[in-house]
């Protein structure tokens, strides 16, 4: 589906926002199941190579690291690059389920926050440390130093077989450790621009305190 028609989805389901060509954004009042609402600016231009750029414009998200904005720009945190890469190329296939599993759910988890003090849904730390915990998530290891070597590796242009030794140091090939799950996980994995890798293994290095 083209972008246009994503737009013309979006609009159709979500009767408070509007779209403005000019800067190619959705703006508008987003409604929440429980009838609860937010004002918000939706900005395209990242659009679909990284999720869209949401702005709370209503006043009622301080703009603070631990509720999960962007203090440099003033955005909205969902995830990470890395993650929001692999999303929209497995789950997020549109425009209106970014809306609707990602914003919505956003804006829900803060709406619970005001009223009880912490989020429902768990979230990546910020900084380097959350980086850090999504590629943990997305590959199933914990240990960075593995983490590393692999975006290495992928920034070398070398590529895992099935046949090779998994990248968990489990001595097990990559299709069969954990019964294939690393496999799985490498396939997502090689689904992250090197753009993003490489930018994203500073934040590694920085954990480990290595140059």
């Known amino acids: 589906m083209d972008i246009k028609n994503q737009i013309e989805e979006v609009l159709d389901k979500h009767k408070g926002l509007a779209y403005h060509s000019d800067d190619n954004s959705l703006s508008g009042e987003l409604f929440l199941p ?5 004002d918000l600016i939706i900005k395209l231009d990242s659009y679909p190579r990284f999720f869209p750029t949401v702005y709370e414009v ?12 962007y203090t440099d720009i003033g955005s909205c945190c969902f ?4 993650k929001s890469q692999i999303l929209l190329r497995t789950k997020i296939a ?4 970014f809306v609707d599993e990602i914003v919505v759910r956003y804006f829900e988890n803060n709406s619970y926050y005001e009223i009880n003090g912490t989020y429902c849904y768990a979230e990546y730390d910020h900084g380097a440390m959350g980086v850090v915990q999504s590629y943990q998530d997305i590959l199933g290891v ?15 242009n070398k590529k ?4 090779d ?5 489990s001595g097990k090939s990559l299709k069969k450790c954990s019964g294939g799950l690393h496999c799985s996980n490498y396939r997502l994995f090689r689904m992250i621009d090197k753009e993003v ?9 920085s954990v480990l305190k290595i140059k």
């Open 160 to 163: 895992l077989r099935i046949r």
């Open 34 to 38: 429980d009838g609860d609402s937010y």
């Open 58 to 69: 209503g006043g009622r998200i301080p703009i603070k690291m631990d509720r999960h904005m």
């Open 94 to 97: 549109s425009l209106v389920k």
């Open 142 to 156: 914990v240990d960075v130093r593995s983490i590393g070597r692999l975006i290495l590796q992928r920034l070398q």
């Open 79 to 82: 995830t990470t690059g890395a």
């Open 197 to 205: 890798l490489y930018n994203d293994l500073k934040h590694l290095r």
């Open 165 to 169: 030794l998994c990248y968990c140091s």
